[in-house]
């Protein structure tokens, strides 16, 4: 029956299965793409494309994730109670959310401009492709970080209708920012990934090294922020919000160094949160700042 195809706990759980609320992460970046694009408040109806591209291309990534990663989901502790393992939601439910989704997006974009448009098949590619990533490569995480490091580059992309360094820059920053903790959170599944034969920095050069690594890509991050200031000269709040952000990832690496692995999602969820609000504030403050 339809009325008990889509009830309202259904609803519900297709946000749990897109983990909604880590829209979040990259979110605040585009926002302010999309303000600094615009050089201050945007036009309503382009704000309000990107963030439904947003969600959409997400929701896309996300349900071709758990469909590619199911089987391999069902075999892991950690996620075998995940919506399609354990029978919240059937293959076809979370495929029929995947091609709503993937239409939407590209009906979004073709109502911002022609460039975007252009660019929304290559995008969903990408997005997606990083779920089959881990199969082949231990630089996995990178391909993570491009899928949702784009992000700032189509917000500037739908203002102007072309590229810009300054989002360029923007994505640099998302991109290493998302592959360092994604590299913190898949020590989860070092032992479980070497097993199964699954690729990620940490199965290939153990827990230790990866964190190496993990720094070295939030302190790539931090020159990315760096230069956008010594390029545009963003002011105080933009230098206020790189000592915030400097401050939480060095946070994320000590909690990482001295908690226990069940403690790592909440704290370490919240701390990221904070580091993409703190871009957002430092980047709209400055913006909007000498408007008033």
């Not at 990534?61 to 069902?74: G, K, Q, S, V, W």
């Amino acid at each position: 029956m339809i009325s008990s195809y889509w009830p309202t706990h259904k609803i519900r759980h297709f946000l749990g299965l897109v983990r909604f609320s880590h829209t979040l992460f990259a979110m605040p970046f585009a926002l302010a793409s999309l303000l600094w694009a615009a050089n201050g408040w945007p036009d309503w109806k382009v704000t309000a494309l990107v963030v439904l591209c947003m969600v959409f291309c997400r929701n896309t990534a996300m349900a071709f994730n758990r469909l590619a990663d199911a089987a391999i989901d069902a075999r892991n502790p950690r996620t075998a109670l995940r919506h399609i393992p354990s029978g919240i939601l059937t293959r076809k439910e979370v495929l029929l959310f995947f091609v709503v989704n993937a239409i939407l997006f590209l009906v979004a974009t073709s109502l911002i401009n022609r460039l975007a448009f252009a660019l929304s098949i290559p995008t969903l590619i990408a997005v997606c492709f990083y779920s089959l990533t881990k199969r082949f490569t231990a630089w996995s995480h990178l391909f993570l970080g491009l899928a949702i490091g784009i992000s700032p580059v189509g917000a500037w992309i739908a203002v102007r209708g072309n590229f810009g360094l300054e989002a360029i820059l923007l994505c640099l920053a998302l991109l290493f920012w998302i592959a360092g903790f994604d590299v913190i959170y898949a020590t989860q599944d070092q032992e479980f990934d070497s097993k199964e034969g699954l690729h990620s920095l940490v199965a290939r050069f153990g827990v230790s090294k990866a964190l190496n690594l993990s720094r070295l890509f939030h302190g790539i991050m931090l020159v990315s922020l760096i230069l956008l200031e010594i390029r545009y000269h963003l002011g105080w709040p933009f230098r206020t919000a790189l000592i915030i952000v400097a401050a939480l990832l060095v946070y994320l690496h000590r909690f990482r160094r001295s908690a226990g692995l069940d403690n790592l999602n909440q704290d370490f969820f919240l701390a990221n949160i904070a580091v993409s609000v703190a871009v957002f504030l430092g980047i709209a403050v400055s913006i909007l700042l000498p408007k008033f």
